[in-house]
Antibody
């Protein structure tokens, strides 16, 4: 069973860079057509897609965060990472990594829904 | 950017009742829509993809319908374990990859 696990500092100072890593188990991130996403959720609020990266290395980001976001792959460690620059208190949230792609065995189609999620990691931006 | 809205924000329901949740997209997403269930302290769980197909292991009491801009998630007979927040999410890839979630509907006990 594929598993994802987020890691990184739980406290980041304003104006600094938030850096998180997602370690993937029981599936090679360099294979297949899945993409690998970051999603966040401020306390008591809804979900916000941050961006994703494909095995090819191509990435896409939420336009509202694009100027501050970098998502990268480390295939040697089977990990993908998020860097969010110039953080403020508004960036405090639970950050989830997720595998994007649900393979329907009946149709043979891969749908871009988030099937597998990490447990989430809390990040607080504060001095 | 496509904006997703959901109604109602909160729904108070008794176990055994039928529940209908609505989701609307600001422009057509065809059938590129998923529904998730989230319980406190847990990651979301995928319920429905392609607007109407249940993910593996999802009980048949959950059903999705709709296309274009208007979608519905129905729970035919609410069970105690179904009290949670439900989110819709679109996944369009043209002209650029774009994903966004609705604000959620909380289903709580009446």
């Amino acid at each position: 069973q594929v598993q994802l696990q987020e890691s990184g500092p739980g406290l980041v100072k304003p104006s600094e860079t938030l850096a998180l890593t997602c370690t993937v188990s029981r599936y090679s991130i360099s294979s297949g057509s899945y993409s690998w996403s970051w999603i966040r959720q401020p306390a008591g609020k809804g979900l916000e897609w941050i961006g994703h990266i494909y095995a090819s290395g191509k990435s896409n980001s939420n336009p509202s965060l694009e100027s501050r976001v970098t998502i990268s792959l480390d295939t040697s460690k089977n990990q993908f990472s998020l860097n969010l620059r110039s953080v403020t208190a508004a960036d405090s949230a639970v950050y989830y990594c997720a595998r994007e792609g649900y393979y329907d065995h009946l149709t043979g189609i891969l749908y871009d829904a988030f099937e597998i999620w990490g447990q989430g990691t809390v990040v607080t931006v504060s001095s | 950017e496509i904006v997703m809205t959901q109604s109602p924000a909160t729904l108070s329901v008794s176990p055994g009742e039928r529940v209908t949740l609505s989701c609307r997209a600001s422009q057509s997403v065809t059938s590129n829509l998923a529904w998730y269930q989230q319980k406190p302290g847990q990651a979301p769980r995928l319920l429905i993809y392609a607007a109407s197909t249940r993910a593996t292991g999802i009980p048949v009491r959950f059903s999705g319908s709709g296309s274009g801009t208007d979608f519905t998630l129905t729970i035919s007979s609410l069970q105690s374990e179904d009290f949670a927040v439900y989110y819709c999410q679109h996944y369009n890839n043209w002209p650029l990859a774009d994903r966004s979630f609705g604000p959620g509907t909380k289903v709580d006990i009446k």
